[in-house]
Each structure stands twice: as structure tokens, then as C-alpha cells.
């Protein structure tokens, strides 16, 4: 099953992976039309020059075409081979120069030869070629004409917002960033991943409501949080998906607060999982949480990925390509992200209807030959006895069953179901 749903976000990645994408412009339109096609998201648009907090939306950037050509008209670096070779947000150029004058524009990988790497000017006016260290070498003194047909000027900041609504107005929010151009793992695995966790949810019986964005890095994150800021205390749960579909293990970065429920459920996840991980406390650079869990706001965001990005040799250049994220790892941080949902859905804080030493569960049918529980571990509809004995314990409505899942070193999906047939048999509340 997940490994279908693996197979179906990567061919959704191979998609997205040729448009170029930036903080505002048409590649972001084009990607969350896509996006749409699988899930029903609102695609929202706010102009440049709204302040939001300190910031500023800037004038959106939209590019159709780049190049360097040598004198004898050959196209030396070609945007149309990718766009990572157009340094982001560059503004319109058209002009013949010499090889000084072009070098200052010119950024290359030394130590990798082979990679172009991705670099942005948001925020500065400026224009630039990315390329590999190999094309650098290769150049030679000769007048180049340089061409970059982008435009700068005012018009939207787009993101996409997609609500299912449960039964209760308290949100889980779902954040993810779409504004790198060709890029796999440091972007579209968490576009890809995100989409399907929402397809997943999108027709559940559900008790919480579930937010997800689709939006730029940083700026998409203060925007939306500037314009949402009265319904901000909904969110009572969230995470940042980002470098979800690389080798590498798991990663839990934790929320700033480091004690909320959310930290709690993706900790108890990774330590019942076979495979390593790495859990570590809220750091402020990354990704969006970095504005969630700003001071002023300090909402229970942590960010569950792979290999952190920063710590890939393959961040932000031309190899982290299809090549470097595979479909069983996308599928693997799925099954954890549901998980995650699965916890969450199902917590809940219960109190000991028969509180006074051990309720009989021989007379209710409860209790099964000691014997037995071994074989029967595998069984799901097993009520295990020790389950039992834990959450009747625990149960005097302080300890949730995540909280009695954790100090009993059980799994979670065991507590549930004792609490259920406990509940059922009315010794629990
Ligand atoms: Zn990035």
C-alpha cells in the first residue's frame, strides 16, 4: 500500500521538478495547480508591498528564458537545460561583455565540479549564473552576450490552503515550502509528501481539523501568520515537512516549547520504529518553524524530516535531483506522518471508574490465561492484560494514554485498544 503511495508522490515530484519556482511568480501558480488536481486547495494571492510584521512583500519575479552565448553565438549556459542556472530572483538583462566583467556575475561549486548550485537574491536587486565549476574553467577571454528575460514587478505573493474540517475547531497545521526551483529533496518531497498526507485525511471521520500549507519559505510563513494572527490559538499541534525522501534517517527537530503533545507522539514513534533516528531540540535557523515558533508566537511546531537540510552535501545544488530521493523513503515518512495522525486522533485523558484496588477482570471477560499472551502478541484484537492493568494505573485523569504508552514502554496502538475495552466495559470514563 505504501509503497504504491511511495511511487505515486515520486511520479507526482517528476511533475513539478522542471518548472522553476521562486517566491512569488507562475512557477508557484503552475505548481499548486497541479496540487489542486489531487486535493482542493485554495489558491490565495496578496500584493506586493503589503507589510506583514517587519517585512515586505516583494514585486513578483517571473523568467522565461536565460543565456550566455560566446561570440560565435553558442549558447554557453542555457536556463532551458535548468533553472538552476539563473540565479533566483535575477532582474532583466541584455548586454554584450567582457569575461571580467561577466565573472563577477558568475557562481560556481569548487569543491563539487560537476554541480551547479542554487542561490537567490530575493531581496537585493541583482542577476547572476549559477554554474558547474566545469563550465568556470572552460571559459575563455571573449565578449559574451548575456540575456535574462525575467521581469520584476509589482503583483502577488501565491500560496495554497487547504482546511479539513473534524469535529473539533482545534487545528493541526501541516506546513510545507514551494519556492525552490528544481530541487528534490530540500522542497518538492515535502510539496509531494504534504499533498498525500491531506489526500489521506481528506475523506476521514476526523476529530481534529487539519491545516495545510503550501507556501513560499519565510516570507509565505509570515505572511500567512501576519494575516491569521487572531485565529492562531486553534493550532494546537503542527509540523514542518521538509528533506522527507532522502536516505538518510529520521529526524525530529522539536518545537521551541520542547514538551508539547506533538513532541511527545513523533518521540514515542521513532523510539517504537526499528530503524535509527535523531531527535533534537528546536534550533532558530531551518525552515518555517522558525516563524511559528518565533517568540511571539511560540506555537507547538516541530519538524519531523530525514537528513536536515544544510547537512547534505547535495543541499542546494543541481544534485539534489530525482536521482537522490526514492520512493520507498518518501513512503517511509509517510507511514510515520500517519502515524502521527493516528496518535493524535486517538489520545485522550481517561479517570478509573474503579480507582480502589484492581477492578476483577476475570467476572468481565477481561482476563485471559497469563499464558496465552505471548502467542497472541501479534494479534491485533488481543486486549493485553499488562495494557490493562497500565491504563486502569494510570487513568485518574492526569496521564493521557500517550503519556501511559510512553512510561509503560507499550505501543501505543496496544494502550488504545485496552482503554477501548475498557471503556466498553465501563471501568473507564
Ligand atoms: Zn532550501
Redesign the pocket.
Known sequence: MTEKIGNEMYDLMKRLYPICRSITGDGVRQTLKIIKKLIPIEIKEVPTGKKVFDWTIPKEWNIKDAYIKDLKGKKIVDFKKSNLHVLNYSKPINKKMNLIELKKHLFTLPEHPDWIP?LTSYYKENWGFCITQKQFEKLKEDTYEVFIDSELKDGHLTYGEYLIKGKSKDEVLIST?L??PS?CN??LSGVVLTTFLAKYLKNKKLNFSYRFLFIP?TIGAITWLNINEKNLSKIKHGLVV?CVGDSGNLTYKKTRRGNAEIDKIVEKILFESENQFTICDFFPSG?DERQYCSAGFNLPVGSLMRTP?GRFPE??TSADDLKFVKPKYLADTYEKYIEIFNILENNGTYLNQNPKCEPQLGKRGLYRMIGAQKTQEKNDAFVSELAMLWVLNMSDGKNSLLDIAIKSNLSFKEIKIAADALLKNKLLR
Open positions: 542554487y515550502y519556492c525552490h530541487l530540500d522542497n519559505e521538509t525552515s537540510y543541499y542546494h
